[in-house]
């Protein structure tokens, strides 16, 4: 087996790995990619050099690691599409939300499965990527993805019940954050502030604190301490969110996001793959 990786779906997420694959040394050719209309695909080995295979069967034939990117509602079709096409000694690896390991094994009886939450920071290697062993998964699967993903950020390991929180958090996290950034610009231009003066010291502020917290030990609370004076600006304006309870809608967001998870949860059980 050869340490290729191929991408069955080549959208937002594969992009993000492909850029940060390149761009960590990997050679582009080992890198396949699959997709529906095979435009996706295409546009990716323009860009990156990565390899257009057309049929699924050909692209996954010798890769040693079958990453399996599509959106959740697109996924019992396109493992059906793979079938049969996995070897039991390929590891797979599934990045779909929503979608159980459990579901994954059923369809693709033999290999071992691990499931993967990254973030599409994983673009320019300061990404995190969670994963959770599933089905036939055991440490050398994991340190296997492990090596994957750590070339392009942090990986952490967690049970794959907390998968859907780590959806929510951390890979929905760089929208999330980029939102907070939009709206702390758009409150400095109802302030007065022309909308690129506010848009760069917004966007500078995140890329501020980010450095001030990659420093070891620095805390949230430590940066907080650090810029409100006592009686100042900053603990007005903290309060004033505080008082607006951003803190409860925060955790209303996350709980959107878990909830919509969750009932869209792909299953064996639920949603048997198997078969014919
Ligand atoms: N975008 C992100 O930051 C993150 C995405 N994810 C998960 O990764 C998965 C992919 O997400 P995105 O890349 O954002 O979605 P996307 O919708 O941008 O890309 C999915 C691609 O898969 C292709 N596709 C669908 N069925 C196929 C099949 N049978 N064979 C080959 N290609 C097929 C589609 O044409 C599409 O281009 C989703 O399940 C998502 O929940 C997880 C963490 C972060
Ligand atoms: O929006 C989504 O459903 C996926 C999961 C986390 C990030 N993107």
């Known amino acids: 087996m050869s340490e290729d990786i191929v991408f069955i779906g080549c959208g937002r997420i ?120 599933g089905p036939g998964a055991g440490s050398d699967e994991l340190a296997l993805a492990e090596a994957v993903f750590s070339a392009v950020g942090q990986v952490a390991t967690v049970p794959e019940g907390m998968l859907e929180t780590v959806s929510a958090l951390s890979g929905a996290g760089p929208a999330l954050t980029a939102y907070f950034v939009k709206a702390l610009s758009a409150a400095g231009v109802a302030q007065g502030l022309p909308i690129a003066t506010a848009e760069v010291l917004a966007a500078q502020a995140i890329r501020s604190t980010a450095a001030l917290l990659a420093e070891e030990g620095t805390t949230p609370d430590d940066v907080i301490d650090a810029v409100a004076s006592p009686g100042g600006m900053t603990e007005a304006a903290l309060f004033a969110l505080g008082e607006r309870g951003v803190p409860g809608a925060v955790g209303h967001a996350l709980d959107a996001a878990v909830r919509l998870s969750f009932g869209r949860r792909i299953t064996a059980a639920a949603h048997p793959v198997g078969g014919s």
């Open 14 to 133: 594969t992009r993000a790995l492909v850029q940060g694959l390149v761009a960590a040394g990997r050679p582009p050719h080992t890198l396949r990619g699959v997709s529906r209309t095979g435009a996706g695909a295409r546009v990716l080995g323009a860009e990156f050099g990565m390899r257009v295979v057309a049929r699924a069967e050909d692209a996954i034939s010798g890769a040693g690691v079958v990453m399996l990117a599509v959106h959740p509602h697109e996924a019992v079709s396109a493992l059906k599409d793979i079938a049969g096409a996995v070897s039991t000694d390929q590891l797979v690896v599934s990045l779909v939300a929503s979608c159980h390991t459990d579901a994954v094994a059923e369809a693709l009886p033999g290999p071992a499965v691990v499931r993967a939450v990254p973030n599409v920071a994983v673009a320019v290697r300061t990404g995190v990527t969670v994963l959770s062993a």
